[in-house]
């Protein structure tokens, strides 16, 4: 199975979505997308690092944005941000969604270090709060 061949579950959508609402401030549109691009990066490079054999499992969003802070609670309450983060989600998940950091598979706070345990690491992107950063090959 490739990288491109998997298909995503609703539970995937509506887990990153929370993900999404949890740690992108509201109204920030371009950060959330960001971070779901960021998410499924991880996801194919896991993929394709473990030959599809993980293909079915779960991206574990949760770990991805472990570093990330909690946006308040006031932001996670709001309706339309929550419904534009579910597009957000929906969209990523179903590949149509942009990639705006360049293949990126770890994010952090735009203050904080690169991410520990990645072999030498490259800044991608700085969108919103957010450094993007992946493993240079």
């Known amino acids: 199975m490739s990288a491109r061949g998997i298909v995503p579950s609703s539970s995937e959508r509506r887990t990153l979505a929370a993900a999404l609402v949890r740690h992108a401030p509201r109204g920030a549109v371009r950060a959330a997308e960001a971070l779901a691009a960021t998410a499924l990066n991880r996801r194919?490079?896991?993929?394709a690092l473990w030959n599809g054999a993980f293909a079915a499992a779960a991206p574990?969003?949760?770990a991805i944005f472990a570093?990330?802070?909690l946006q308040p609670a006031a932001g996670r309450a709001d309706p339309?941000?929550?419904a534009v983060c579910r597009r957000i989600a929906a969209r990523a998940v179903a590949g149509a969604g942009p990639d705006p950091v360049e293949g990126?598979?770890?994010a952090v706070p735009r203050e904080a270090a690169p991410p520990p345990g990645?072999?030498?690491p490259t800044l991608t992107a700085?969108?919103?709060p957010f450094a993007f950063y992946r493993e240079t090959p």
């Open 44 to 47: 194919r490079r896991a993929v």
């Open 60 to 62: 574990g969003f949760a």
């Open 67 to 69: 570093d990330l802070p």
């Open 80 to 82: 339309v941000w929550n």
């Open 104 to 106: 990126a598979h770890h």
């Open 118 to 120: 990645v072999r030498a």
């Open 126 to 128: 700085e969108i919103g």
